[in-house]
Structures are given as structure tokens and as C-alpha cells.
């Protein structure tokens, strides 16, 4: 009775892990990838605004016009880059929709997507799903968790229709910079392919200006972009996220959507214009209390030997725990049996993620600090460590 591609599908690693959470007691859960914050207050007022205006009805299969109007001048504004409203721009539920859209829109049946690990868990399903083949870019702490050109190129396979960037990465963090991107658009150009940029993290960045890869000369043309509401606005539950890209992919994307989702939610819409125009305040205020708390997470797990580059965006550290002779699943399972704290296994995120857990500093200061004394407690009494 059930699809065999959906029969295979392996269920999600991070919320198959967090089932076993649910109904323990004062666990301290440092797993999901949501800001600790609340929706900021002028945010949430636009929408409840809207909602007493009685904007409860249908918007177009696009969104909003006002809001694709602001978005487009957001990232002129922000990054040069000149999308048309009216034909470059659709608005998705979250940043997860447009990914499906995209995946549906573009491949034809076994064509192939690079994609690369540790990676967000929905990459490969989505691809799956839309009848497409994942081929892994396999990254690791020798290279910073970093794609390179020589990985696209070893792992490019005939029929690999698209490639996926996703930077500031999840779970690792690591993001890249205008000459990294650079040197990855000559070998996406050597090879005809299409670029699946997936950005949602892009206001989460700390050391550098964070780079669109559409920004790049001649980029443009062939690269989707992805971006979103829900992690430097702290929007999660809005489920709001916009797709950018050549008129003939978004078009064939409004296609599919207008037949299975309609339109996003109006009020999400209207609170997502409010963001843009009079958010950036509150985000800046959100990334420097995450930028605190990455110093100290990232000090204390290297102190207890759970060594772990500094992440350059996002809100996640992806520590090594190989030092403990444990696998990933076996670590987070005693860790959250024993000290009720919560991570996640590296494994969730493709098998090179073997040896490392991720763990999101999206979570208060006071509850990192008992967490990081849990675990150095947990690693004296069952790794000898420290």
C-alpha cells in the first residue's frame, strides 16, 4: 500500500533521537536547530495587527507582492543583488518548502544532486522523493568541514544535474568567504551545474560579510536561492521562507505549489514585511548574545577534550568525541541517560558524521553552563577524561 521510495526512506535521525526526550525530566536539550527567543515584540505585533484587520483570506500563489517588493529591496540594499518581484521571487512555507519545490521543478527521473555531509537531514530525502539520486561530498575536520573544488570533482558523476551549498552550515557552522566561493563557482561552471544555495543562516554570520553565491560574477543565472524567517528573526513557527532565482524555475516552482500549498499563511506574511523593515535591531541584539555564548561553549568542550573548530555562523558546534572511544549514537544515548542532557548524533547528519555529536548554543547561558558541568561530569566518571 505504500510507495517503496517512501518505504525506504529512513526516518529523520534528529527526531528520531528526540522521541526518546519527550517526558524525561529536567533534561536540558541542546538538540533542536530553534532560537531560544521569542518572535521579537514589533514582529508579533504586525501580525496580531493584521489578524484584528481581518487579513484572513487567500494572497497570491506568490505571496504578497508588498512583501516580495521588500525583499527584493532587502537584498539590493543588502547585497547588490537585483531579483524581480514579479517573477524572480516566491514565498514558501519556511525555507524546507522551497528546498521540495525546488527538488520537484528541476530534476527529471534519476538525475543526480550533489550534496554535502554532515548535512541537513532533508537534503537527500527531498531529492529521493522528487526521483532524483543523492551523491555524497563527503567533508571532514582536515579541511574544516569545507567543500573544495577537488571534492566537487572527484565525486561529480554523468547525469548531476545541481549541486547544494548551505552556508553558515548545519550542523557544522562553517561558512565560507567571497574567495572560497569563488574558487567553488569555476569548478560549478566547468560542470554546467545548478547551484541550490541554501542561506537561512546568511544573518547568523560573525567573522566575515556573509557572501551570497549569487553575488558572483555570472552566478546569478544559475543559482536558487534559499533564505527564511525562522532563525535570525526567531520565526520558526511562522513557517515563512522565500525562494529567488531564474523566472523559469520559479515559475514551474509556483506551479507545483499553487496545486499543493495555495499560499502562505497571510498574517506570516504580513509579520515577515515587518521583519525586513524594522527588524534589524532585534536580530542584531539575538547574534551577539549567540556570538557570547559560541566563545563559551566552544572554550569549555575544547578544555574537556571534546575538540571543536569555532563555527562561523549559525548557532551550532559539531565537537569530536572520538577521544571517548564511543560511536556518536552510543555517546548521546549515555549522555542523556545519565545526565539528562540532549544532543544530537553526528550521524544524523550523513555518515561522516561519525565521531562527533552537534550541539546548538541556541539555548540560555545559564542552561549551557549546567549542561558543559553535566558533561565534564559525565566524561570523568565514564571516559576517564579530565
Known amino acids: 500500500m505504500i510507495s517503496k521510495r517512501v518505504e525506504q526512506l529512513q526516518p529523520s535521525g534528529i527526531r528520531q533521537f528526540f522521541d526518546l526526550v519527550l517526558g524525561m525530566k529536567e533534561v536540558i536539550s541542546l538538540g533542536v536547530g530553534e532560537p531560544d527567543f521569542v518572535t521579537p515584540w514589533n514582529i508579533r505585533e504586525a501580525g496580531i495587527y493584521a489578524l484584528e484587520k481581518g487579513y484572513t483570506s487567500y494572497t497570491s500563489n506568490k505571496g504578497l507582492y508588498r512583501l516580495r517588493l521588500i525583499i527584493s ?31 520537484r521543478a528541476i530534476l527529471e527521473p534519476r538525475e543526480k544532486v550533489l550534496i554535502p555531509q554532515p548535512g541537513y537531514v532533508s537534503y537527500a530525502p527531498v531529492t529521493i522523493l522528487a526521483g532524483g539520486k543523492p551523491i555524497y561530498l563527503h567533508t571532514g575536520p582536515e579541511g574544516d568541514f569545507k567543500l573544495n573544488p577537488g571534492i566537487i570533482e572527484n565525486a561529480y558523476e554523468q547525469n ?5 551549498l548551505n552556508y553558515p552550515n548545519n550542523p557544522t557552522g562553517v561558512s565560507y568567504n567571497r574567495k572560497e566561493l569563488e574558487e567553488i563557482k569555476k569548478i560549478v561552471f566547468k560542470k554546467n551545474l545548478l547551484v541550490i ?50 523566472e523559469k524555475i520559479i515559475s514551474a516552482m509556483t506551479k507545483i505549489h499553487q496545486y499543493t500549498i495555495m499560499c502562505v499563511s497571510i498574517i506570516s506574511q504580513v509579520a515577515a514585511c515587518e521583519a525586513l523593515e524594522n527588524g534589524r535591531i532585534p536580530v542584531e541584539e539575538m547574534k551577539n548574545e549567540y556570538r557570547r555564548r559560541r566563545e563559551f561553549v566552544v572554550q ?40 539528562k542532557v540532549a544532543v544530537v548524533p553526528g550521524t544524523a547528519f550523513g555518515s561522516c558524521g561519525e565521531g562527533f555529536i552537534r550541539i546548538s548554543y541556541a539555548a540560555g547561558m545559564e542552561n549551557l553552563k549546567e549542561a558543559m558541568n553535566r558533561i565534564e561530569r559525565f566524561l570523568k566518571r565514564q571516559c576517564n577524561l579530565k
Open 73 to 103: 529591496r532587502f537584498l539590493k540594499k543588502r547585497y547588490g543583488l537585483e531579483y524581480n518581484p514579479d517573477e524572480e521571487i516566491l514565498i514558501t512555507v519556511g525555507t524546507s518548502e522551497g528546498l521540495d519545490l525546488i527538488m
Open 160 to 164: 548531476t544535474k545541481a549541486i547544494i
Open 197 to 246: 544555495s541554501d542561506e537561512i543562516y546568511s544573518e547568523l554570520t560573525y567573522d566575515f560579510p556573509h557572501t551570497p553565491f549569487a553575488t558572483l560574477k555570472g552566478a546569478k543565472e544559475r543559482t536558487i536561492y534559499l533564505n527564511g524567517f525562522s532563525k535570525a528573526y526567531a520565526m520558526t513557527g511562522w513557517r515563512i521562507g522565500y525562494v529567488c532565482g531564474p
Open 300 to 339: 569549555r568542550l575544547n578544555e574537556l577534550r571534546l575538540n571543536c573548530l569555532k563555527p562561523q555562523g549559525a548557532f551550532y558546534v559539531f565537537p569530536s568525541i572520538k577521544a571517548t572511544g564511543m560511536g556518536s549514537l552510543e555517546f548521546a544515548n549515555k549522555l542523556l541517560n545519565a545526565e
